[in-house]
């Protein structure tokens, strides 16, 4: 049997070709191996920061590609078509991080009634939420479009949810007004969403003059700003800025209008990278990176066993709601449509209101 991988080349990511990689035979699976075939998974701008940062934060190493080449990781879904694991039944549905591909092995360790571990020597050198996969079989939160969402925003909305909890927890530094860049992006009005509802503070989106009526539609935002407009806010404000966009130049614009009242400048997405100099000449708060791990690291130490997925599950139950309205699901089955929806990823053609949930099986 083999699989249909979707790779790319990592130093030019425009380049990406389609091949073919042997699996094990089902009956040559190591002792508690599972081979998993790999249904749907969804693909966003997100997909393409753990592209870039492959090398830095070691994603390339989770699924082993020829020389040169990296498979991207993104979430999804996997049923169990063989299994060496005796807790482990075929047919089994798998929710996690899986290849751009058709099919995964899986070493199974650490299982429980809810979840499992990939073992795998190769993927033990990134955060343990990488190589977790929950049992999902038959949990309605799990199916249909219900599980597409899941897919497309579980992820990015537990990166809003972490955002959120240190902003609250250092009490927004002072701040009256958060500022969001890329406001149509998922991960940032998932944000707005969680602090729109705190009393006393306003939330302002900054957007590209395109996706204005978008991000208004959303109804998390107070105001929404065009980037070229930014310099028309108000400068007498305590603000907390957090960076979605990684634009230089624009963090360079708002700390030199808002000054000493840049009381927090977080950086949570990546595209451009300013030198530490440059950034330590701007006035304010110093621009601070998010690593979201070592906060829910944090997090899990004080609140205990299964705290953290009790307050993000809180959390997810009121934004949930509100995606019928927000996202627009689009499948894309088949090699030539996965590798079109991943060059409009890339390149920005995908409107902020569209989710793809994509196959390589036709």
């Known amino acids: 049997m083999n699989s249909t991988d979707f790779i790319v080349v990592r130093n030019d990511l425009q380049q990406c070709k389609i091949i073919e990689t042997q699996l094990p035979d089902a009956g040559a699976l190591p002792a508690d191996a599972l081979l998993v075939k790999v249904t749907r998974f969804a693909l966003t701008a997100n997909n393409i920061t753990y592209a870039v940062m492959g090398d830095v934060l070691k994603y390339w190493q989770l699924f082993p590609t020829p020389e040169s080449y990296g498979n991207i990781p993104v979430w999804g879904f996997g049923e169990v078509i063989a299994s060496k694991h005796p807790g482990i039944a075929i047919g089994e549905t798998l929710f996690g991080y899986f290849p751009m591909a058709t099919h995964l092995v899986i070493e199974a360790t650490d299982v429980s009634k809810r979840g499992l571990r990939d073992g795998a020597a190769h993927r033990q050198n990134v955060s343990p939420v990488y190589n977790s996969y929950a049992r999902v079989s038959g949990d309605p939160a799990f199916a249909g479009a219900q599980g597409d969402y899941q897919a497309l925003l579980r992820p990015l909305f537990m990166l809003s949810f972490l955002v959120d909890d240190f902003l609250a927890e250092n009490e927004f530094f002072g701040a009256k007004h958060a500022i969001l860049s890329s406001a149509s992006s998922k991960t940032a009005f998932g944000l707005a969403h969680l602090i729109h509802s705190r009393t006393g503070m306003k939330v302002i989106g900054l957007t ?49 209008r808002f000054g000493d009242q840049m009381k927090y400048s977080g950086r949570v997405g990546l595209t451009h990278r300013a030198s530490a100099l440059e950034e330590a000449a701007l006035p304010g708060a110093k621009p601070h990176w998010f690593f979201a791990p070592d906060h829910i690291r944090k997090r899990a130490k004080e609140w205990g066993p299964g705290g953290v997925e009790q307050r993000f599950g809180a959390a997810w139950a009121g934004f949930a709601p509100n995606l019928d309205r927000w996202v627009r699901v689009t499948e894309c089955r088949g090699r030539a449509a996965v590798t079109q929806a991943y060059l409009d990823t890339l390149n920005g053609r995908v409107p902020p209101d569209r989710g793809l949930i994509l196959s390589l099986g036709e």
């Open 208 to 256: 590209s003059a395109s996706n204005v009526d978008f991000v208004r539609s959303l109804g998390c935002y107070d105001e929404v700003v065009t980037y070229d407009r930014v310099s028309s806010l108000p400068a007498d404000v305590p603000v907390a800025y957090v960076d979605m966009a990684g634009s230089s130049a624009l963090r360079e614009t708002l700390h030199r």
